[in-house]
Nanobody, 123 residues
Framework: QVQLVESGGGLVQAGGSLRLSCAAS????????VGWFRQAPGKEREFVST????????HYADSVKDRFTISRVNAKNTVYLQMNSLKPEDTAVYYC????????????????WGQGTQVTVSS
């Protein structure tokens, strides 16, 4: 019922910025929490940030807090992840996900996933 498409990944030098987008179709985000997760080679999928579509409440992993900002634009049915002060440790495939557990940091509680977008931060 929900299709998610991520975009905005790329190659950036340490200290630079990227903005990721997650656009939904099939069903509006209004009934879901939306989260960003990332996965580096050989590592488990890691929580990054989440936003409740209705309330706007946000949560961040400690590793990205004060550097990343999650937001949503109702008219575009889109969630953004603004990533500033990027570090090589941020290199991963970033996935957008939607679920019903507001504020959840657990990937298993998200039901719908995008294909992912690669973010590479060079030294």
């Amino acid at each position: 019922q929900v299709q998610l498409v991520e975009s905005g990944g790329g190659l950036v030098q340490a200290g630079g910025s990227l903005r990721l987008s997650c656009a939904a179709s099939g069903r509006a985000f209004s009934t879901y929490a939306v989260g960003w997760f990332r996965q580096a080679p050989g590592k488990e999928r890691e929580f990054v940030s989440t936003i409740s579509w209705h309330s706007g409440n946000t949560h961040y992993a400690d590793s990205v807090k004060d550097r990343f900002t999650i937001s949503r634009v109702n008219a575009k049915n889109t969630v953004y992840l603004q990533m500033n002060s990027l570090k090589p440790e941020d290199t991963a495939v970033y996935y957008c996900a939607a679920g019903v557990a507001a504020g959840s940091r657990r990937s298993r509680e998200y039901d719908y996933w995008g294909q992912g977008t690669q973010v590479t931060v060079s030294s």
